[in-house]
Structures are given as C-alpha cells and as structure tokens.
C-alpha cells in the first residue's frame, strides 16, 4: 500500500519553512540529547491520523523532544514524518532506521526543558 501524500492535502513549502528553523548544530545537539530516549508514539496500519497526530502532539507538550516508531508504512516515512510535523508545527530532527526524532518547544518559556 503506497502512501498518497497528496491526498492528506500537505503542501510541500510549508515543510521547507517549518525545516528552515533549526540550524545543523542545533539539529546535532537534539539528536545527541534524543539518543537514549524510546519511542512514545507508534506508527502503524492505520498510518497518519488524528488519533496519531494527537498523540504525537500531547507527547511533544510533555516532552519537547521524542521519537517516533514506524512500524509500517516503512518506505513512506519520510513523507509522513513532513507531514506529522506539519500538522503538530514540530521539526523533524532526525531519522535513523524506522525512528524518527521530533522536537519542538514549549509555549511557555517556564516550561521549557530543552534549550536551543
């Protein structure tokens, strides 16, 4: 089953936009700071959805910075994780294998445990 990114209605420039805002090194710090965290949300058959998609966004306002486990939809996951970010206005950090990393900060500057 091939993932039809056109059909969740994903423009392509705002991801661009949303990946222009962390630099390389702040990038590379995030990924050193996600190495030994597990991943909190799951990816599977039903692919990219609201009930995932909310997930995904109560775990970054929790955390800030988490992974992302695909199980399936392997060779789509690139796409999908553009469009995660998209929809939860997170960064795609990194993607090792079938784990992708996405942070994004807190709201309230209080609250914030990781500094960019």
Request: aromatic share 8%; charged share 35%; hydrophobic share 30%.
């Given at each position: 089953?091939?993932?039809?990114?056109?059909?969740?209605?994903?423009?392509?420039?705002?991801?661009?936009?949303?990946?222009?805002?962390?630099?390389?090194?702040?990038?590379?710090q995030l990924r050193g700071l996600a190495h030994h965290l597990k991943p909190v949300v799951m990816v599977g058959r039903n692919g990219v959805n609201e009930q995932l998609t909310a997930s995904v966004d109560a775990a970054l306002k929790d955390h800030e910075l988490i992974k992302v486990k695909f199980l399936?939809?392997?060779?789509?996951?690139k796409e999908m994780a553009q469009e995660i970010?998209?929809?939860?206005?997170?960064?795609?950090?990194?993607?090792?294998?079938?784990?992708?990393?996405?942070?994004?900060?807190?709201?309230?500057?209080?609250?914030?445990?990781i500094k960019v």
């Open positions: 089953m091939k993932y039809d990114m056109q059909r969740r209605n994903t423009n392509i420039y705002q991801v661009k936009k949303i990946m222009e805002k962390l630099k390389g090194s702040a990038k590379k399936e939809f392997k060779e789509e996951k970010a998209v929809i939860t206005k997170s960064e795609v950090v990194g993607i090792i294998g079938n784990i992708v990393t996405f942070f994004r900060q807190h709201p309230q500057t209080e609250r914030r445990k």
